[in-house]
T-cell receptor, first 112, second 115 residues
C-alpha cells in the first residue's frame, strides 16, 4: 500500500512569511495527525483529525497555526506568520482504528 | 493524562550484542496499546513492535522483543544481535483507542551501535 505522502520535503523561509504543508494519508485511514519535531526531541502533537473533525488541537498555537482536512482525506497545515522557533520537522501520520500510526517523511522547515 | 517516560536519553551497544531500552507509562486506562518506533537519521518514523495491553504474551518481531509488565506499567524493548542499521532514535508510544486513537510519545532514546 502507498504510504503517507507529504510535501514539500524541505522549505526555507524568512521570519514573518507564511508557509503551508500538505499531507495525503494512507487510503482508508480515518485519523490524521500533525506533529512538530524539534531537533533532538520527540514529536509534539499539534492537531489530530478524525475524518474531517478535530479530536485534539490543544497544543496548536492558534494565533499563527491553522490546519484543515475539509473532505476527510488530505490535509494542510499553515503557519502565518512564521517565527524563528517554528524551525522544525513537521510530521504527518495516519492510522485506522486500533492500529498504529504510519508516518510520512516529514517536511523540514528552516526559518531565517 | 497519560505520560510516557524514557529515562535513557542515550545508549550505545557493541555490534552483535544485546541492548534493552526502558519505557514506563502512567495511565488509569485498562484498554490500550503500546508501541516502539524507530527513527533513523533519515527521519522517517518506522513501527518496530506493538503490544496490546490485554495480551499477556510479550510481542516479538525477529530480533526485537518486549518485556511488558502491566502491573508495573513498564514496556522495555530488547534488541538482540544489534546491527549498525539499528542506530536510531527509539520512541515508546502509548495509544488510547477508545478516544479516537490518541497517541502519547516518550522523549526518545538515542541508540548508537558501535562496530
Amino acid at each position: 500500500e502507498a504510504g503517507v505522502a507529504q510535501s514539500p520535503r524541505y522549505k526555507i523561509i524568512e521570519k514573518r512569511q507564511s508557509v503551508a504543508f500538505w499531507c495525503n494519508p494512507i487510503s482508508g485511514h480515518a485519523t490524521l495527525y500533525w506533529y512538530q519535531q524539534i531537533l533532538g526531541q520527540g514529536p509534539k502533537l499539534l492537531i489530530q483529525f478524525q475524518n474531517n473533525g478535530v479530536v485534539d488541537d490543544s497544543q496548536l498555537p492558534k494565533d499563527r497555526f491553522s490546519a484543515e482536512r475539509l473532505k476527510g482525506v488530505d490535509s494542510t497545515l499553515k503557519i502565518q506568520p512564521a517565527k524563528l522557533e517554528d524551525s522544525a520537522v513537521y510530521l504527518c501520520a495516519s492510522s485506522s482504528f486500533r492500529e498504529p500510526q504510519h508516518f510520512g517523511d516529514g517536511t523540514r522547515l528552516s526559518i531565517l | 493524562a497519560q505520560t510516557v517516560t524514557q529515562s535513557q536519553p542515550e545508549m550505545s551497544v557493541q555490534e552483535a550484542e544485546t541492548v534493552t531500552l526502558s519505557c514506563t507509562y502512567d495511565t488509569s486506562e485498562n484498554n490500550y496499546y503500546l508501541f516502539w518506533y524507530k527513527q533513523p537519521p533519515s527521519r522517517q518514523m518506522i513501527l518496530v513492535i506493538r503490544q496490546e495491553a490485554y495480551k499477556q504474551q510479550n510481542a516479538t518481531e525477529n530480533r526485537f522483543s518486549v518485556n511488558f509488565q502491566k502491573a508495573a506499567k513498564s514496556f522495555s524493548l530488547k534488541i538482540s544481535d544489534s546491527q549498525l542499521g539499528d542506530t536510531a532514535m527509539y520512541f515508546c508510544a502509548f495509544m488510547k483507542p477508545n478516544t479516537g486513537n490518541q497517541f502519547y510519545f516518550g522523549t526518545g532514546t538515542s541508540l548508537t551501535v558501535i562496530p
